[in-house]
């Protein structure tokens, strides 16, 4: 969103035109159709399909499960019919919403945000609970990963995410870190950093 609107076609036009190899978003329900908003959508909202219409398959995608009936199912299910690989959706979402989606399809990858005050005082029980639900991925603000909750998360068999890196400083951190991945709303910073 710094480059071009958010959740719009011009920006993920422009991040995968930049060389980003993963796209982000939230997902709604809006009746019945997956679409792309930061904030509870409205008429004229991109829809999923319409991004994969446009973008094509070729990139992975997370998508931040929003609103009360969340959407998962009818997120992979306009996944498949757009013949997007599964193995490259990322459903973002509470430990307890990816235990329930690992149901849907084996292939789709998992990601949980795991609070600050479990990530510190709780980290090795709460990741073995998570890693044998079935998650993929553990998500946190950049800033509040330490080397040590990186090595628990992989020792655990996942992969550890940092979101809102937007500084070169952050993304510098995030390496030194040994994250996995990274979200920003900078395409030419993640570029220039790879």
Sequence with gaps: MAEAPENSLAA???????GVRAL??????????????????AAGTLTLAELFDACGTDFDLSVDMKGPGKGAEETVAVARAAGFDLARLWLVGGP???????RIDPDIRLVTQLRWRDALFNA????????????????????????????????????????DVQTRWSMRRATWLGLDGVFSDRPTLLVQHT
């Excluded at 307890?96 to 690992?102: K, M, N, V």
């Excluded at 890693?131 to 998360?153: E, F, K, M, P, Y």
Aim: glycine share 8%.
């Design 96 to 102: 307890g919403s990816c235990a329930r989606w690992r």
């Design 12 to 18: 993920f036009r422009n991040s995968l035109a930049k």
């Design 124 to 163: 090795a029980p709460v990741l073995t609970v998570l890693a044998a639900s079935g998650v993929d991925a553990v998500n946190i603000r950049h800033g509040r990963w330490t080397r040590r909750l990186v090595a628990r998360v992989h020792a655990e068999g996942m992969l550890a995410f940092g979101w």
């Design 24 to 41: 982000e978003s939230d997902i709604w329900l809006l009746d019945g159709v997956p679409v792309l908003s930061h904030d509870a959508p």
